[in-house]
């Protein structure tokens, strides 16, 4: 069993940044691969970034690749999002999730998930 717990969303202006951070309790997080979605309202949830358990592979979506950075702490049992040059599109509730399997990007394949946090880009 995880249980995950999503934080730092907030309201910040078009071309700024925020770092998500996502704490897992249990003692096997470090089993898991981790990934972040979000869902905008009226929208479905979609995939932005995934992270191995190891933290040596990951992968985003294509419309944060160069923005978003994807990484994690196994020691600290806490996954992160850092989001660079924010869009008003970036605009929505976060959730991560986590897999026992491999890296994945649909939300069907996550076992656990947080409660999400709101992120708000105002132009």
């Known amino acids: 069993q995880v249980q995950l717990v999503e934080s730092g969303g907030g309201l910040v202006q078009a071309g700024g940044s925020l770092r998500l951070s996502c704490a897992a309790s249990?003692?096997?997080?470090?089993?898991?691969?981790m990934g972040w979605f979000r869902q905008a309202p009226g929208k479905e949830r979609e995939f932005v970034a995934a992270?191995?358990?190891?933290?040596?592979?990951?992968y985003y979506a294509d419309s944060v690749k160069g923005r978003f950075t994807i990484s994690r702490d196994n020691a600290k049992n806490t996954v992160y999002l850092q989001m660079n040059s924010l869009k008003p599109e970036d605009t929505a509730v976060y959730y991560c999730?986590?897999?026992?399997?491999?890296?994945?990007?649909?939300?069907?394949?996550?076992?656990?998930w947080g409660q999400g946090t709101q992120v708000t880009v105002s132009s």
């Open positions: 999730a986590a897999v026992l399997a491999g890296m994945a990007r649909r939300p069907s394949e996550y076992d656990y």
């Open positions: 992270i191995s358990w190891s933290g040596g592979n990951t």
């Open positions: 249990g003692r096997t997080f470090s089993s898991y691969a």
